[in-house]
C-alpha cells in the first residue's frame, strides 16, 4: 500500500498524519518507509533527522544521480526514511521540462519492497504533490476543524486526482480526516456541512490536544511519546480503515 498525506492548505496536520500513519504501522509488525516530498522537509525534521546525517535525500533520487535504495536511512523510531531538503524545489523546477515528469517518483520507488510506504507532500497541488499523487493507493486529507478553506482545498484535490486518470488506468482513493477537532464549534459544524456537500464522510476525527505539539517539538511521532491519547486512538482508527481497504502483507 502507498499512502500519500495531501492537502494544498498548510496547518491542517499533514505532515502529523503522515508520521504517525506511518509509525502506527510499523508498530503493527509492518515494514514501512515515510518519503519526505515537501521543501519544506517538515517529516524529515519531525522524525530528528538532522540535515548533517544526510548524505543523500530524496533530491538526489529524483535528479536521477542514485537509486532510492541509497538515500534511504533506516532505523528511525521504527521506520525507513527517504529524506527532503529545501534543495527539493529546485529538482521540481528542473523536472518540469522533462518527459514523463509526472512518474519520476513512481518510477523511483518501483524497486523497494516495503510493506506501506506513507508519502508527505508539500501544500499545494504541484508537480512534487502529482508525482506522490501518481503512486497512491490512498490519498488521506487532512481538513481542520477551524478552517473552512481546507474543506475547498479537498474539492480541488480531488478535481486533482479525477484527472490522473489520463496517466494510470485506477485512480487513488481520497480518504478524508478531520484534524484539530473541538466538540460544540460553530466553524466545526461548517466543516461537516461543506464535506457532507462534497459526499465525504471523515474516516476518524483527530481532537486538539497540546500532545500533538510536545510530540513534535520531542522529534516523536505522538504514537510512540502518548499511545494511549485521544490523538493516537483518531489515527489508529484511519490506520485500522487503511489495513481493511488495502491488504498489507
Known amino acids: 500500500m502507498i499512502c500519500v498525506c495531501a492537502q494544498q492548505k498548510g496547518g491542517v496536520g499533514k505532515t502529523t498524519s503522515a508520521i504517525n500513519v506511518a509509525a502506527l504501522l510499523a508498530l503493527a509488525g509492518r515494514r514501512v518507509l515515510a518519503v519526505d516530498v515537501d521543501p519544506q522537509f517538515a517529516l524529515t525534521r519531525r522524525l530528528g533527522i538532522g540535515l548533517g546525517q544526510l548524505e543523500r535525500t530524496v533530491v538526489d533520487v529524483l535528479a536521477g544521480w542514485v537509486d532510492a535504495g541509497e538515500a534511504i536511512i533506516p532505523g528511525v523510531h ?80 480531488r478535481a486533482t486526482i479525477a484527472k490522473l486518470g489520463r496517466i494510470r488506468q485506477q485512480v487513488p482513493v481520497l480518504s478524508v480526516i478531520v484534524t484539530k477537532a473541538k466538540p460544540r464549534r460553530v ?21 486538539d ?41
Not at 228 to 234: E, G, H, I, K, P
Open 187 to 207: 466553524m466545526s459544524d461548517v466543516i461537516d456541512g461543506a464535506l457532507t456537500s462534497l459526499g465525504l464522510e471523515p474516516v476518524t476525527r483527530v481532537p
Open 78 to 157: 521504527g521506520l525507513d526514511v527517504l529524506p527532503a531538503t529545501r534543495e527539493l524545489a529546485g529538482v521540481e523546477l528542473a523536472l518540469a521540462g522533462e518527459v514523463g515528469r509526472e512518474s519520476v517518483l513512481r518510477d523511483a520507488l518501483a524497486g523497494l519492497t516495503y510493506d506501506a510506504v506513507v508519502i508527505d507532500t508539500p501544500s499545494n497541488l504541484g508537480l512534487l504533490t502529482v508525482n506522490a499523487l501518481v503512486t497512491a493507493d490512498v490519498v488521506v486529507a487532512p481538513v481542520a476543524a477551524d478552517d473552512e478553506g481546507a474543506a475547498q482545498g479537498v474539492a480541488e484535490l
Open 209 to 249: 490536544r497540546a500532545a500533538v505539539e510536545q510530540a513534535d517539538v520531542a522529534r516523536t511521532p505522538i504514537a510512540i511519546s502518548a499511545p494511549d491519547s485521544a490523538v493516537t486512538l483518531a489515527y489508529r482508527e484511519l490506520v485500522e480503515h487503511l489495513e481493511a481497504r488495502w491488504v498489507i502483507a
